[in-house]
């Protein structure tokens, strides 16, 4: 059993910045590949960012290729989403979630344990 609880989220003007942070709780953190989806109003839930159980492989949606950082940091047992030139169409829930391997996926549905979310809000 795994406990995600994000925060950092907030209200940030166009091109600003912000840090997402994800804590986890549980056994064996780093057995678990960790991802970072959103959802805006009206619309489905989407993937954003996923990182491998080590660390060493990330990989991004296109819409915020080379504007997010996924990173983890297993010792802290904390996965964190780094957003640069933030956009209005940022504007959503942020969630993070764990997969039960380490496949790094992008499809929600093989992610196990989400957090609650924390809502992102960029201004024009």
């Known amino acids: 059993q795994v406990q995600l609880v994000e925060s950092g989220g907030g209200l940030v003007q166009a091109g600003g910045s912000l840090r997402l942070s994800c804590a986890a709780s549980?056994?064996?953190?780093?057995?678990?590949?960790m991802g970072w989806f959103r959802q805006a109003p009206g619309k489905e839930r989407e993937f954003v960012a996923t990182?491998?159980?080590?660390?060493?492989?990330?990989y991004y949606a296109d819409s915020v290729k080379g504007r997010f950082t996924i990173s983890r940091n297993n010792a802290k047992n904390t996965v964190y989403l780094q957003m640069n030139s933030l956009k209005p169409e940022d504007t959503a829930v942020y969630y993070c979630?764990?997969?039960?391997?380490?496949?790094?996926?992008?499809?929600?549905?093989?992610?196990?344990?989400w957090g609650q979310g924390t809502q992102v809000t960029v201004s024009s």
């Open positions: 979630a764990a997969e039960a391997a380490c496949t790094s996926g992008t499809d929600a549905t093989t992610y196990y344990y």
């Open positions: 990182i491998s159980c080590s660390g060493g492989s990330t």
């Open positions: 549980g056994r064996a953190f780093n057995w678990y590949g």
